[in-house]
């Protein structure tokens, strides 16, 4: 860092007050208590701004850019509405109860079931396991989000290898980035 040293030197005497701008006249006198014990130079480093600056102007290498902003990302909050499907075994199935797909037709469906977000060509933009199934209403129902998916034109949805439907970008955000999904028998 460039610095530059400045001297600091403290003086000490005696005003007159007699008008002259705290000048000692001739007439007046000093005290000898005030002029015995004068302090020596105090030295301090402080930071030569002005050099720093200058130094930095003429640096060839010293460019703005502008970085373009990344791909928007969006949090798409899905549930889906499972109506064949059965208790933990040795429990009711009821209100609050923990929930799965039942035989024949949704025995794939469990918490562990990856659900899947694709963009218009394919590519798996968004992928998330289901978590608990829990009876609302009569309905096994699972509640999950897929994180931080690419703003696209188009978004296809699928449970395993179950497709499931599209929709637009339009369409996700008119519902506020929110899809319900239910699946058929197979």
């Not at 003086?11 to 000048?23: F, K, P, Q, R, T």
């Not at 030569?48 to 850019?65: F, P, R």
């Not at 079931?113 to 609302?136: C, E, F, K, M, S």
Request: glycine letters at 10%; charged letters at 10%.
């Amino acid at each position: 860092m460039l610095a530059r040293t400045v001297v600091v030197i403290a003086l000490l005497g005696a005003a007159c007050g007699h008008g002259n701008g705290g000048h000692v006249a001739t007439r007046d006198t000093v005290s000898p208590v005030a002029t015995a014990a004068v302090p020596s130079p105090t030295t301090t480093t402080v930071p030569d701004y002005g050099a720093i600056y200058g130094a930095l102007a003429k640096q060839t290498a010293a460019t703005s850019t502008t970085v373009a902003p990344g791909p928007r990302v969006h949090t798409i909050t899905a549930v889906l509405y499972l109506r064949s499907a059965t208790a933990d075994p040795g429990m009711t199935f009821g209100e609050g109860k923990h929930c799965v797909g039942a035989a024949p037709d949704y025995s794939d469906i469990s918490d562990t079931t990856q659900a899947i977000v694709r963009d218009g060509a394919g590519r798996v933009i968004g992928q998330t396991p289901l978590g608990p199934g829990v009876v609302q209403h009569g309905v096994c129902t699972y509640h999950f989000a897929f994180r931080d998916v690419p703003e696209v034109s188009s978004y296809m949805f699928q449970l395993n290898t179950r497709a499931g439907p599209s929709r637009s970008l339009a369409g996700l955000e008119a519902s506020n980035w929110t899809v319900s999904l239910s699946l058929p028998a197979r």
